[in-house]
C-alpha cells in the first residue's frame, strides 16, 4: 500500500479520536521535562560536582591562635584519616587588591586595554597558589612552568569598576587569551597593600591586618585559566605561582622598613616562625570534611568549620531541585505519556473493530492496519514533539540571552547548545519509541478482530 493511502486513512483516524489532543498536549509537556530540567540538572550538578574537587572547597584554614603549630603538630595532622596534605598559606592568599597602572606588551605602548584602564578605575586579586594547589590553563603555559613573576588571568576578564552596575550586569568582559605575552603593571589598592598575619604574646593570640606602603609589581601574563561562577576564581582574580607570592609579599614586608631579622616586629616574628603561620588542611575528599575538622578540633588547635571557598546555596538549591524534583517528573510524565497512548489506542481498537473488520473484508492484512494505527499515533506524538521542540528551544534561548547579559554568577546556568541538541535527540527517540511501545501491546487485539465484525 502506497505512503498516501496510510497517511490519508490515519489521518480520518486522528479526526475520530477524542483523545488526540490530550497525547499532543502530553507529548509536549514531555518533550519540555527531557531537554530543559535534564539540560539545567546537568550544568547545576556538574557545577556543584566540580566544586566538591576544588582544591580549596577541600581545604579548612588551621590557625595557631589556640596552640601554636609545631612539626610535630603538623606531622600529627597530616597523618590523620582522610587528610591528604597541609599546606602553608603565608602571603597576599586574595584579601589584597590591586590598581591596575597598564597592560603592555613589549611590541607596542599602549592599546585599547590599557587605554580603558587609564580612563577606569581598575583592580584585581591576586591569588597564590598554595600547597599542591594546581591550575589548569585553557591557553598559554601553567604557572608550573613558568619563571618568577608570570601570571595567568581569567578567561572573562574585566577589572573595571563602575558605581551604576554594582552587580555586574551586561558586562562586555575581555577575552584573557588575548592578554598572553603581556605585562601586567600592579600597585597595591591606594598604594597599600594588605597582609594578614598571625600574633602571640603568650597571653594573648589572633591575627590583624597590617596596611603597608606598596611596591610596584610588574607580572607576565603567561596563560589564561577557565573562569567558572562556582569554581575557578572570578573575573578580577589573577593567579600567580606560590613563589611569586612569597617575593611579592617579602618585598611589600622590605619596602616598608621593617627589618626581617627583628623579633620586636610582629609582622617579622610571623614571617620568620612557621608556628605562627596558618595552614590549610586539604581532605582528600569534600565529604569528608567534618571528620577533619572534628578530629583537629579534638586535638585542640583552632579550625574553620568550613571550606575556604564556599559555594552558592542557590546553586546547590537548584542542583537537588532539578535532580530529585525534575527527574522525578521526568519518570512521571513518561509513566502517563505510555498509559494515556496506551488508553488511547485500546480506546481507538475497540471503538473501531467495525471499521478494522470491513478493512480486513475488503483484503487489508494485519501488517497494513498495524502500519496505519503505528502511523496515527506516530503523527500525534510526533506533532507534540515538534510543539515540545520548539517552546524548549525558544525558553533556552532566552534564558541564555538573560544570564549571557546578567549578573556573573548566572553565567553558570548558560545551556550549551550541544548538550541541548543531544536532550533534543533523545526526545525525539522517545516520542518514536512510545507509541511503537504501545501498539506492539496491541497486536494481539488487533488480530483477534475478524472481517465478521465489520456487521457490529
Known sequence: ??????????????????KSHAVIALMCVLVIACTVISCFTLVTQNAVNKYKDDYRARSLELDPWLLPITDAALEAISNIEHVESVADTTGFRSICMFDIIDINSEKESSNKVDEEIKSKEALVYVCGLIGDEEKTVIAGDSLENSPEFSCIVPSLFYPFQDENNLNYENIDYI???????????????????????????????????????????????????????????????????????????EMALKSSGIDLSSDESKLAKWWNESSLHSYFVVADDYNNLSYVYNTISEMGYEIANSPEQLIKDSTVLMANLFGTVGLFLIFALFILAVITLVQSSISSVNERKSYIGLLKAIGYKNRQIFVCMCYEQLSLTLKGFLVGGFLSTAFIAFTNFVFRHGAYQGLLYIIDWRLFLFFICISLAISIIIPLICQVILIKKLTDIQPINAMS
Open 1 to 18: 500500500m502506497k505512503y498516501s493511502y496510510y497517511r490519508f486513512l490515519s489521518k480520518a483516524n486522528i479526526k475520530g479520536n477524542k
Open 175 to 249: 577575552d584573557g587569551t588575548s592578554l598572553i605575552g603581556k605585562t601586567i603593571s600592579l600597585k597595591g589598592y591606594n598604594g597599600d597593600v594588605c597582609i594578614r598575619y598571625n600574633y602571640s604574646d603568650g597571653v594573648v593570640s589572633g591575627n590583624d591586618d597590617a596596611l603597608l606602603p606598596s611596591p610596584e609589581y610588574k607580572l607576565k601574563i603567561v596563560g589564561t585559566y577557565y573562569c567558572s561562577p562556582t569554581t575557578s576564581g572570578s573575573f578580577q582574580d589573577i593567579y600567580v605561582s606560590r613563589e611569586t607570592d612569597l617575593k611579592m609579599t
